[in-house]
């Protein structure tokens, strides 16, 4: 994926700079740096390959079954960059609190008691209005396309039920037909021998 590729030069550039410029920096403020980058590379990731991957969806007989597993893949990406983005997080916070312990701030200055670590539902990702909106607007396409489907298939169904109907109407009517030939054939026997009976009998 040539964003996905673009992404990783940039985070490896910057993270070339960054050790150039700060020989000296946190090595754990540097961890939670590449951690943050690698959950955006995810998240980006993530997208890319659902929008790569949702259009084939719209061509498989279970259109809603493809989108759920895709939405649920890209999902479970996105469950791993936010873990990512926590553990970033708690670091950051870490090393705030080494930080302002070694500042020598009073008892009145800082909390004595470390803060909490910050909850999950902090990162909790925001819905976007318009990927909400487009997901809408698939899931109702994919809806539509499966309804005209079933229409599509209920229509051939009663195509072959009623071609099956006139061809078994017509084969009765044939049936009927060459019984009454036979009916005739032998009442047109039976009386002529019942003539030949008479000229004899004479």
């Avoid at 993530?46 to 061509?59: F, H, I, M, R, V």
């Avoid at 020598?104 to 004595?112: Q, V």
């Avoid at 318009?130 to 607007?137: H, P």
């Avoid at 109907?165 to 084969?171: I, Y």
């Amino acid at each position: 994926m040539p964003r996905l590729l673009l992404l990783l030069l940039a985070l490896l550039s910057g993270l070339a700079t960054a050790a150039d410029s700060a020989p000296d920096a946190d090595p754990e403020l540097e961890r939670a740096a590449r951690l943050r980058d690698e959950a955006k590379v995810l998240r980006t990731q993530a997208d890319d390959t659902l929008a790569t991957k949702l259009p084939a969806c719209y061509e498989r007989f279970l259109v809603n079954r493809c989108i759920s597993n895709e939405k649920e893949a890209r999902l479970e990406t996105i469950r791993q960059a936010r873990e990512m983005e926590i553990e970033a997080s708690r670091i950051e916070l870490a090393q705030k609190q080494r930080a302002a312990a070694a500042s020598g701030r009073t008892a009145t200055d800082a909390p004595t008691q470390p803060a909490a670590p910050t909850p999950p539902e902090a990162f909790a990702i925001q819905p976007d209005p318009t990927a909400e909106g487009t997901r809408r607007q698939r899931e109702a396409d994919a809806a539509r396309a499966t309804a005209a489907q079933q229409t599509e298939r209920q229509q051939k169904d009663a195509e072959k039920a009623s071609a099956r109907a006139k061809a078994e109407a017509e084969a009765a009517e044939r049936a009927a037909a060459a019984e009454r030939d036979r009916a005739r054939y032998e009442e047109r026997m039976r009386k002529r021998e019942a003539d030949k009976a008479k000229g004899t009998a004479n």
